[in-house]
């Protein structure tokens, strides 16, 4: 479903049935994290799924904040590959050992 910021996210959940305007970030809401609007259009997630479609990889987020008023909450995000039971690094990339990249062919 696409996000208030227009990008789709298979964790963004909108019901504008018959009215209704209830909008939630389903992720986010997992982990027992306040979600707003503003919070997707800096928000990794969409991009990291678009990248990595690996089924063993689960995506944690949080929201950040600074401790500064000037600098607006943001969403973190750490991986963890249940196949290989080890933290991802890169959750763009994956662990490594999924999807293991091939060697350029010359």
Known sequence: ?????????????GDYYRGRNHEECRLLLSSSQKWTPNLC????VPSI??????????????????GLKLFKPQVTVSAFCEKTNRKVN??????GDCHPILPSLK
């Open 1 to 13: 479903m696409r996000t208030p910021a227009g990008i789709e996210c298979k964790y963004f959940y």
């Open 41 to 44: 259009t800096t928000c990794p």
């Open 49 to 66: 799924t678009r990248a990595n479609a690996c089924q063993y990889m689960v995506i944690n987020a949080k929201v950040k904040r600074s």
């Open 90 to 95: 890169q959750p763009h990339i994956g662990c």
